[in-house]
């Protein structure tokens, strides 16, 4: 890995290699961001399903509902982040505000006890996250050569994965020391957090993603969001979204089916993010080179493996470690590279907007998963919800394949 100097990197047209060819130090000083958010975040998510049920108290409809809340209520502010990067073209402080918020909803866990409580604090996280997300995708693509867009999401997403590897080792950490210590999570989270918030503001510049002086107007948003380029990539990501389990139902059919002890369930976490940092570079640029939409399509194939090898009846630790495994392969093919994809079909000025759509449509569809799930799980177990699940993405897998089949061409000419 190489650090350039160029915070905006540049081509000369003639398709030069030599030119821009190393990762922006922006794309890195975003990554020790993402990375210490990570720690904070993951410390937080590793142990939050098993808090929920067990010491909460916590029905699994109850959970699928605030599973939901976790992966879809970003959804209503993604839009806005990103066309605020846009429309003001410095997303940097669009992405403060986010991580702020976020950081402050992780020492509000400490007094919230009933279920209301905890609903709003993850909802103040996530509403976090969501308007940070597109503003600091868009830096990341800005001050990254077009062809590198994958590689440069790769990185990125490597050093965010490595604090997500690190987040659960901590609050294993916690735990194993003072079993049942669930506060010192928060509160190491919250620190770790703010950490990760100064160097933002204090290191990362402040690129600007739009032209000098445009305005820019929602409906020029709305006519490039809506155009013949994003359709079919939106219709694809939600449609993949809508039968995709949130990693907490799957930890915890993990966890029901080989009865790990409370103790060890952060470990999972770590699995699959150990897996994810070793693979989302190499995939990154397998994406720049074969194509973003065949890679994206292929990681879902991995997570159809990962349903079906976690509804067995019989696990163990081998089955264990290649459902993490998947899980790790289905992220490394699929975070980086939708927003790399889908920054290449609209343009510079609307950039933020665009990522901010497909993440809209991923997460709320992902809301209606999650729901869907937890209902499921409670009827009828979490083995047949995951096969039935695993019956739905084998049918979805294709239907996006062929909704993503010209995507490459149609970026080809953005």
């Known amino acids: 890995m190489y650090v350039s100097v160029r915070n905006r990197p540049h081509s000369d047209g003639t398709g030069n290699r030599g030119v821009g060819r190393r990762v922006s130090s922006t794309v890195l000083l975003l990554g020790v961001v993402s990375l210490l958010t990570d720690v904070s975040s993951e410390m937080v998510a590793s142990i939050l399903p098993l808090y929920l049920t067990a010491v909460v108290g916590l029905s699994p409809i109850a959970y699928g509902f605030l599973d939901g809340i976790y992966q879809g ?12 990067g846009d429309r003001g073209g410095q997303p940097k402080w669009v992405a403060v505000l986010g991580y702020g918020t976020s950081a402050l909803s ?11 409580a905890i609903t709003a ?8 996250k969501g308007l940070r997300t597109a503003p600091r995708d868009a830096l990341i693509a800005e001050a990254s050569e077009p062809s590198m867009l994958g590689r440069s999401f790769g990185v990125h997403r490597a050093l965010d994965t490595f604090g997500a590897a690190l987040g659960p080792l901590v609050a294993f950490a916690l735990l194993a020391t003072v079993p049942g210590s669930y506060d010192s999570v928060f509160v190491v989270s919250f620190a770790v957090a703010v950490l990760g918030l100064a160097v933002l503001v204090l290191f990362v510049p402040n690129l600007r993603t739009a032209s000098r002086g445009a305005r820019l107007g929602l409906r020029r ?9 994003l359709r079919r990539p939106l219709l694809a990501a939600g449609l993949l979204g809508l039968v995709t389990v949130g990693d907490g139902f799957l ?27 070793g693979l989302a570079v190499p995939l990154g640029r397998l994406a720049d080179r074969f194509g973003r939409g065949r890679v994206l399509v292929a990681g879902h194939g991995a997570l159809l493996a990962c349903y079906l090898l976690a509804a067995l009846p019989s ?3 081998s089955l264990t470690l290649a459902v993490l495994l998947c899980l790790g392969v289905y992220y490394a093919a699929t975070d980086g590279v939708l927003p790399a994809l889908v920054s290449r079909l609209v343009s510079a000025q609307t950039r933020g907007s665009g990522i901010a759509a497909a993440q809209t449509v991923v997460v709320l569809a992902r809301f209606g998963s999650s729901l869907l799930f937890g209902l499921l799980w409670s009827l009828q177990g979490p083995q047949w919800s995951l096969l039935l699940f695993a019956g739905l993405l084998a049918v979805a897998v294709p239907v996006a394949a062929r909704l993503l089949r010209d995507v490459e061409r149609d970026e080809a000419t953005a």
């Not at 948003?221 to 380029?229: D, I, M």
């Open 121 to 128: 604090v993850i909802t103040a996280d996530r509403l976090g």
């Open 251 to 277: 930890y915890l059919a993990l966890q029901d089916r080989d009865d790990f002890a409370a103790t060890w369930f952060p470990l999972l976490y770590v699995g699959t993010s150990v897996a994810y940092l």
């Open 106 to 116: 992780r020492i509000a866990l400490l007094p919230a006890a009933g279920f209301a």
């Open 73 to 84: 209520v970003s959804a209503f502010v993604r839009l806005a982040g990103g066309y605020a």
């Open 221 to 229: 948003v709305a006519a490039e969001v809506g155009g013949r380029r």
């Open 315 to 317: 696990g163990g630790l």
